[in-house]
């Protein structure tokens, strides 16, 4: 008898990523059944649903949530919330000026030596801060290889460009032919060295990352995993084994955390979060302050509280568990690393740091070099 007969029928359809991406929940409806939302939380399902940012939530990443509790911190990643669509002053719908930064269709380019681009408009589950909700799930879902060709013929074109993100969307959301058709476009252009596929799949949809998709891509490393997850929570079991699975086919895995209000803007939070992510071999890479997208704003933190987060885990996480806080600075200039002031003052030949005991220590500048040094001369018997 083959084995898989052994496994109950359930279980074994949950682990097809395919039956994941079919019986995802998308309407309210389906949410309510699953939730039983609260009238606020269903009129903002509705809302969504008819007009605004569509839902997607995987029977895997419901898996992961505390269904009968509302304040449940996944549940605020994925279920619309009776504020979202409210205007606040600082908002925007291109929060990062991609558009006005499109070199070519579906490329962004804000650095001289790398570029986004953006593959699909789908994704396995819809975050509700995307900062691309102005065109992530908006229709046209993956985009073919003639529609990427102006963005190709760019890339060919500018030396200068060494690393590539494929983003979307999600391209791991896609069928493996279609991504390995990019990949192999992009392996194709000499002077790109590093691929990165920035992904929220090992999250919402660990299934996916199967020996059929890892076989296809592990002939094209560099390929760097940028992933995204926000709570500890998160890191259920098949989580685990997906990064693990990621790391043993050679991917570098980085993780992106979105600091999120009610979710993980908490030093026990984030602290429990990187050191999860640490021993399934992913490296916490950037804590992002949120970008302010329209009709998010219940879901930011200000940037001092962030700022504060930091300073708390400074000393008292391992540096590999350590991110960068970063802002992605609003109109698409560029990601800019913030975080608490560590030096005292500063005067000629001497820094005064604080430590994360608070002790005050002076750091001296070496001595000026002078071209006859005593050290240079042989040592005299
Ligand atoms: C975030 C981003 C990058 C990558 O930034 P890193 O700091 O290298 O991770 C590159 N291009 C664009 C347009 C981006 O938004």
């Known amino acids: 008898m083959n084995s898989r007969h052994v496994l109950p029928l359930v279980q074994e359809r949950e682990q097809d990523w395919k039956w994941q991406l079919q019986n995802t929940l998308r309407t309210a409806d389906q949410l309510n059944d699953a939730l039983s939302l609260s009238e606020e939380e269903l009129i903002s399902a509705r809302r969504a649903e008819a007009e605004g940012f569509p839902i997607a939530v995987t029977p895997h990443y419901l898996s992961l949530m505390k269904s009968n509790d509302r304040n449940c911190p996944l549940r605020r990643q994925v279920v619309p919330q009776a504020h979202e669509g409210l205007a606040d002053p600082g908002d925007l719908r291109d929060p990062l000026g991609e558009e006005a930064h499109e070199v070519a269709p579906e490329l962004v380019r804000r650095y001289p030596d790398r570029t986004v681009l953006l593959v699909s408009d789908r994704c396995a589950i819809y975050c509700r801060f995307c900062t691309r909700s102005r065109m ?128 993980n803007d908490d030093a026990s939070v984030l602290t429990a979060l990187f050191r999860r992510l640490v021993r399934a071999r992913a490296r916490p890479y950037y804590l992002l302050q949120m970008d302010p997208v329209s009709g998010t704003a ?26 960068k806080l970063i802002i992605d600075a609003p109109g698409g200039f560029g990601k800019v690393p913030v975080g608490p002031n560590y030096i005292v003052h500063q005067d000629a030949g001497v820094t005064r740091v604080r430590t994360h005991r608070g002790v005050e220590v002076d750091y001296l500048d070496p001595q000026p070099v002078v071209e006859s040094a005593p050290g240079l001369r042989h040592p005299q018997s």
Do not use: C
Request: cysteine-free.
């Open 136 to 263: 992530v799930g908006q229709g046209g879902g993956p985009r073919s290889l003639s529609k990427l060709s102006k963005a190709f013929e760019y890339l060919r074109k500018e030396p200068e460009i060494k690393d590539v993100i494929i983003s979307g969307g999600d391209p791991l959301a896609m069928a493996t032919s279609r991504l390995l058709k990019i990949v192999e476009e992009l392996r194709s252009i000499p002077h790109i060295e590093t691929i990165r596929l920035a992904t929220r799949v090992p999250v919402a949809l660990p299934q996916r990352i199967n020996s059929e998709l890892l076989d296809a891509l592990k002939p094209h490393h560099p390929l760097w995993l940028m992933t995204h997850f926000n709570h500890p929570q998160e890191l259920g079991d098949e989580n685990i084994a997906a990064l693990n699975r990621l790391a043993d086919a050679g991917f570098p895995v980085m993780n992106q955390t979105v600091l999120l209000r009610g979710v």
């Open 298 to 323: 219940h879901l930011r933190t200000p940037v001092k509280t962030g700022i504060q987060l930091m300073e708390k885990l400074q000393g008292r996480l391992s540096g590999i568990a350590l991110p």
